[in-house]
């Protein structure tokens, strides 16, 4: 099973860096219902190599993983916008740092890669656990700006028609659904993607 989340991660300069990526749990953390635990020990991180993150990791191979039900703050990091940027605190186990305000934070280490191919595969061991908040689920606006985030990503291997033929069935349902911050991750999206293509959307 794959959760969405935020990786945040140290640049070589030890600038804290943050980004959306989903993390692969595995089945021997999965419950009777294939369900993750709560508390897991494994993760897989599948980064394309040359994503800012796989760059981070492989010069520290420590990083926070953290889920959200803040879909604004993975639009804005998706897009490399984050502003202002969240309150942080260092991390327990590794050298990093700990987003406050999210629901659950999992603390790893990259104990082997494998990177013979575009997107790598990291696996990573969790050495520390946390919680701040219940998340309480994502509405039909959340899982169309989580989708509409996705598409922000894949500009470069994905024909720009189709993108936006996919931000217009995603429209409608942040527009019944959302509230505020659905509203503006969608808006915050639109206009990038509409700024890196040649066509309306």
Partial sequence: MILEGLVSTLTPDNQLHLAPMGATILPEDLD???RPRVNWHRMLLRPFQ????YRNLRHHPEGVFHLTDDVLLLAQAAIDAVEPFPEVRPAHQVLGYVVQDVCRY???????????????????????CGRFRDFLGFNRACHAVLEAAILATRLHILPFEQVCDELRRLQPLVEKTGGPREHAAFALLHRYIHAHGSAQC
């Fill in 50 to 53: 040359t994503a800012q993150t």
């Fill in 32 to 34: 009777v219902h294939g």
């Fill in 106 to 128: 999992y603390e790893f280490r990259i104990v082997e890669v494998d990177d013979r191919a575009e997107r790598a595969l990291l696996r990573a061991e969790v050495v520390a």
